[in-house]
C-alpha cells in the first residue's frame, strides 16, 4: 500500500527534520513501539531506563538523557494503548549552545507498520525504520535499445534512474557487393546478438532478484526491441515481467522519460504517473476553462474560503509553514490534496507558472 502524498509529505518532513540533529554526546532518544505493543509494559520499561540513566558519569549527558525520557513518558499518557501502526518517539537536547539545554519531543504515528523495537541513547536519531517506509512499493524495470547503444533505467516513484550504459561496437551500414557483403553481414548479426546477450546479462544482474519489481518496459526503434526479445536469451522470469514494448527513437535519459510516458496506460495507477495526470489536468482546464482554476496564494485561498477547490496542488518546493493553512482548509471542505515534485517537467513547470499553488475548482469563482 503506497502512502498518501499528504502523508508522505508529512514524514519526509520529520525524518529530514530529525536527521538534522545532532547531539554533543549520546543523548539523543529513540523509543520504537511496535504494533501490538503493550503501551503500559513500553512505560514501565522506560521508567526502568530512567533509573539506569542516573548512573551516567557526565552530569551534562545525564540530565539531558533523563529529561528526555520524562518528556516521552508524559507523552506515552497521552495514549491508552498503542496506535494500529505503532508509535516512533524522539527526544534529546537540540540547543546548539554548549552548556545548555532545550528538550523537544515527537510523537509520531507511521502510516505503515512498525514491526522493530528499539530503545536507544546516541548522538543521533534512529530513523532507518521510518526511511523504509518512503521508499516505493512498487518499481518499473526501463530499456531503450538499438543496434549501436542500450541504458537501462529504474522507475521508482516518481524518480527515473539510470541504471547503466552500454555500446555494442555494431558498426554501421557500409557499402559493400558481393561475397564481402554478405560476410559483412554475418559478422555485424553475430555482433548484435552478442550485445543483446549481454544487455540481457546485466539486466539479469540487475532485476532478477529486485522484490518490489513490477514490470519491465522496453522501447526503442522497429525491429531493434524484438529482436532483442527474440535473440537475447533474456530470463524467462523476466521476459514475463515485460509489460510494455515502445516504439522509441532515442536511446538516452530522454528515451527512458518517453518510454515511461508512452506506457502511461500500462502503468497508470504508478506514482509518477498519477501525480503526472494531476497537473496535466489542471493545465488542461486552465487553458480549456481558465474560470475553473486557480493559481497563486492570494486566488487559491479566496477559492478555498468559497469552498471551491476540488483538487488542491502544492508544489513540493515550498515549506511547510507556508502550506499547512492551505491543506487545513482543503481537508475542511473535502478537496483532494495532491504534493507535486519537481523531479519531472511537469512539475517544473507547474511550480515556474504558479509559485508552487494552484487547484482545479468544482465552480467559477465569478
Known amino acids: 500500500m503506497e502512502i498518501e502524498a499528504k502523508e508522505r509529505k508529512k514524514l519526509e518532513e520529520l525524518v529530514s527534520l530529525l536527521e538534522s540533529i545532532r547531539g554533543k554526546h549520546t543523548e539523543l532518544v529513540t523509543v520504537l513501539i511496535p504494533v501490538g505493543t503493550n503501551i503500559f509494559t513500553v ?3 522506560l521508567e526502568a531506563e530512567k533509573s539506569t540513566s ?6 551534562q549527558t545525564r540530565t539531558a538523557v533523563t529529561s528526555a525520557i520524562e518528556l516521552i513518558i508524559r507523552k506515552l499518557k497521552d495514549y491508552r494503548q498503542t ?5 516512533a518517539l524522539y527526544a534529546g537536547n537540540i540547543s546548539k549552545n554548549e552548556g545548555t539545554q532545550d528538550i523537544k519531543v515527537w510523537a509520531y504515528e507511521p502510516p505503515k507498520p512498525l514491526n522493530v523495537r528499539i530503545y536507544r541513547c546516541d548522538k543521533t536519531f534512529v530513523l532507518e525504520p521510518l526511511k523504509e517506509m518512503l521508499e516505493a512499493e512498487e518499481t518499473y524495470g526501463l530499456l531503450v535499445i538499438d543496434r549501436q547503444q542500450a541504458m537501462i533505467g529504474l522507475l521508482e516513484g516518481k524518480r527515473i534512474m539510470v541504471i547503466s550504459k552500454h555500446t555494442s561496437g555494431v558498426p554501421g551500414k557500409i557499402k559493400a557487393g ?7 553481414a554475418r559478422i555485424t548479426e553475430g555482433l548484435a546478438k552478442e550485445f543483446y546477450r549481454r544487455i540481457a546479462e546485466d539486466m539479469k544482474k540487475v532485476f532478477y532478484d529486485m522484490p518490489k519489481l513490477k514490470g519491465i518496459l522496453i522501447g526503442g526503434p522497429i525491429p531493434t526491441k524484438e529482436d532483442f526479445l527474440e535473440e537475447g536469451e533474456l530470463a524467462t522470469k523476466l521476459k514475463e515481467k515485460v509489460i510494455a ?5 532515442y536511446v538516452d535519459e530522454h528515451g527512458l522519460e518517453l518510454l515511461v510516458e508512452d506506457s ?8 509518477l504517473i498519477k501525480e503526472k495526470n494531476i497537473v496535466l489536468r489542471f493545465f488542461s482546464t486552465l487553458g480549456k476553462t481558465p474560470e475553473k482554476a486557480a493559481y497563486g496564494f492570494e486566488r487559491v485561498k ?3 474560503e468559497r469552498g471551491a477547490v476540488d483538487t488542491l496542488l502544492i508544489s513540493k518546493k515550498l515549506l511547510p509553514e507556508e502550506t499547512m493553512e492551505f491543506e487545513q482548509a482543503a481537508e475542511k471542505i473535502g478537496a483532494e490534496i495532491a504534493i507535486i515534485s519537481t523531479e519531472h517537467q511537469d512539475g517544473e513547470q507547474f511550480y515556474n507558472l504558479t509559485k508552487g499553488i494552484g487547484a482545479v ?3 467559477a469563482l465569478e
Open 43 to 45: 512505560t514501565r520499561q
Open 54 to 59: 542516573e548512573n551516567i558519569k557526565s552530569k
Open 83 to 87: 496506535p494500529p501502526n505503532g508509535l
Open 178 to 184: 558481393g561475397q564481402s557483403s554478405a560476410r559483412f
Open 245 to 249: 514494448i515502445k516504439d522509441i527513437g
Open 264 to 271: 502511461q496506460q500500462e502503468i497508470s495507477q504508478q506514482e
Open 302 to 304: 479566496l477559492a478555498l
Open 361 to 363: 475548482l468544482r465552480f
